[in-house]
């Protein structure tokens, strides 16, 4: 009771209060949670709602809210058009007790064309910045055995209320980025993790009629 009032007031990313109720306002929250980069964008492609059908049904239309920031539209733009780009998900991220599902469009490593500019002053022989640790001594080893794994770049990311609204998303992104429709996009969708629910209660009489139905099969087979 000392602290915990304390902490609360202490979190610098703070979740706003009611804002599960609103889809877009929690997808906003994520992703910019998630890119953390003042200068990235954020795009509403697609705003809840219901249409009414001819037949007079109800269709219900769900969010997709994009971002992407400058320096990932520039990687973008370098990509290498030999190269597809690959939309992968869904990823979750939980806020409080709400869970939302977002996607990535990232690249295979190596799949950049950025040329290193190699500055002609430099020499092997006479380094520009010299780091040298003195508090450590030549018989002290600091070594440790680290798998690298080596990860394309993101270009983009969205928050989708069904994947179905994925090509909608990138047909916005072409808009802002015309080297979509010059590179295959490829599509790695795996089944997501599925939400825990109660079992369903079954009524007392039907739970008596399958008993009864038991016993009769087993009064048949001893006869």
């Given at each position: 009771?000392?602290?915990?009032?304390?902490?609360?007031?202490?979190?610098?990313?703070?979740?706003?209060?009611?804002?599960?109720?609103?889809?877009?306002?929690?997808?906003?929250?994520?992703?910019?949670?998630?890119?953390?980069?003042?200068?990235?964008?954020?795009?509403?492609?697609?705003?809840?709602?219901?249409?009414?059908?001819?037949?007079?049904?109800?269709?219900?239309?769900?969010?997709?809210?994009?971002?992407?920031?400058?320096?990932?539209?520039?990687?973008?733009?370098?990509?290498?058009?030999?190269?597809?780009?690959?939309?992968?998900?869904?990823?979750?991220?939980?806020?409080?007790?709400?869970?939302?599902?977002?996607?990535?469009?990232?690249?295979?490593?190596?799949?950049?064309?950025?040329?290193?500019?190699?500055?002609?002053?430099?020499?092997?022989?006479?380094?520009?910045?010299l780091d040298l640790d003195?508090?450590?001594?030549?018989?002290?080893?600091?070594?440790?055995?680290v798998d690298k794994v080596?990860?394309?770049?993101?270009?983009?990311?969205?928050?989708?209320?069904?994947?179905?609204?994925?090509?909608?998303?990138?047909?916005?992104?072409?808009?802002?980025?015309?080297?979509?429709?010059?590179?295959?996009?490829?599509?790695?969708?795996?089944?997501?993790?599925?939400?825990?629910?109660?079992?369903?209660?079954?009524?007392?009489?039907?739970?008596?009629?399958?008993?009864?139905?038991?016993?009769?099969?087993?009064?048949?087979?001893?006869?």
């Open positions: 009771m000392y602290w915990f009032p304390r902490f609360k007031h202490t979190n610098p990313y703070p979740v706003p209060a009611g804002i599960e109720a609103d889809p877009v306002s929690m997808s906003k929250h994520c992703l910019e949670r998630i890119a953390a980069d003042k200068c990235a964008k954020i795009t509403v492609y697609q705003l809840p709602s219901t249409e009414q059908c001819d037949d007079g049904t109800v269709k219900e239309h769900t969010h997709l809210v994009g971002i992407q920031s400058p320096e990932q539209k520039e990687l973008l733009e370098n990509h290498d058009r030999n190269y597809p780009v690959l939309v992968e998900g869904p990823f979750t991220l939980w806020l409080k007790k709400t869970c939302t599902y977002y996607y990535i469009l990232r690249a295979e490593p190596n799949a950049n064309k950025w040329e290193e500019t190699v500055d002609p002053e430099r020499s092997l022989y006479y380094p520009i910045e003195l508090d450590r001594d030549l018989s002290d080893t600091y070594t440790f055995d080596e990860e394309g770049p993101v270009y983009a990311m969205c928050a989708a209320g069904d994947e179905k609204l994925l090509v909608k998303w990138i047909q916005g992104l072409q808009e802002t980025n015309p080297i979509l429709g010059e590179v295959p996009v490829l599509f790695r969708l795996s089944s997501g993790p599925l939400e825990l629910g109660l079992p369903e209660q079954t009524d007392s009489s039907q739970l008596e009629s399958n008993e009864e139905s038991t016993q009769r099969e087993r009064l048949g087979m001893e006869q």
